[in-house]
């Protein structure tokens, strides 16, 4: 019995030693990466807390507003480093938003698509936009139908880029998001193991990211991708994963409802989201959406082929300038 107690407790602190260990890592991790990330643009008051946004404006009166919304384990760095001043150019206001509880934004209860289109449908008019095209990528892309059909009084069009939209066979997610969701084990997950780990697998999550591509050599600086490995934001970014097959279950009968223009714009070889699912799910359940597929082009088409993206905004704007007056 000693030797079995002596066995136990030195067990205990064994384990003891090394969460004490990871829990600091994480913590001198945390602070590096804040420092080195810090708030790009300006803070927007919304449901009781602030939103992380930044701005691209034209050189004079923009034809319309463009709000550009991220997609799982990023921020509005993703969207607006390659489509900002893309869009800007061709006389576009540009807003890209952290979603809530990423990047800088709290997260205010928005567990679901349909709370963050509320916040985020809030801040735009906060920041005097009442009239906007929402360009949705990937998760970001559920936000953006989201807004489309609950907030079609401000949402004047669609673009869907990789958009996750429709159920899949199996629901099937990454093993790792459902921990970090889960009483008692999250905390300890995403404050312990979720931080080292995702550092060390940061280039090859890249690379499957973006294949068949090559991630820019200088994505991760440009756009602060380390910011998601943040506990809160790591539990923020599971909770959305995790219930996201569930969301879309429950919307993808309603995108019939959705009348304004919209353009989607994939890649065929897209090895995250599948595309004959998603893109032409909303190609055949939107009434008159467009869809162009990029030939050998992966998960992200807005850094593939920005061109192609902006294309697809002005195209929608065509679309919107041309409709009668009301």
Known sequence: MVVLRRMLLSLVIAFAAAAAGLYAFTLWQVRRIEAANPPRGAFVEAGGGRLHYTRRSPGGAPRASVLLI??????????MEPLGDALAARDFDVIAIDRPGHGWSDRLG??????????????MKALGVTRFIAAGHSLGAVTAVNLAIDHADSTAGLVLIAPVTHPWPGGVISWYYKPATMPLIGPVFVNLFATPAGLALMDLTLAAVFAPQT????????????????PHNFE?????????FDFVTGQTPRMAAIKMPTAI????SDSIVLTHIHSYGSAR???GATLRV???VGHSPHWADPRAVADAVESVAARIEAEPVR
């Open 70 to 79: 991220h997609g799982a384990s990023g921020s509005e760095a993703d969207m």
């Open 110 to 123: 928005a567990d679901t698509p349909a709370r963050q289109a509320s916040l985020i449908a809030d801040a």
């Open 215 to 230: 991630p820019p050599a200088d994505y991760v600086t440009r756009t602060g991708a380390e910011r998601v490995l943040r």
């Open 236 to 244: 923020a970014n599971a909770r959305d994963v995790a219930g996201i």
């Open 265 to 268: 714009v994939t890649g065929d």
């Open 285 to 287: 359940d939107i009434a």
């Open 294 to 296: 990029l030939p050998g």
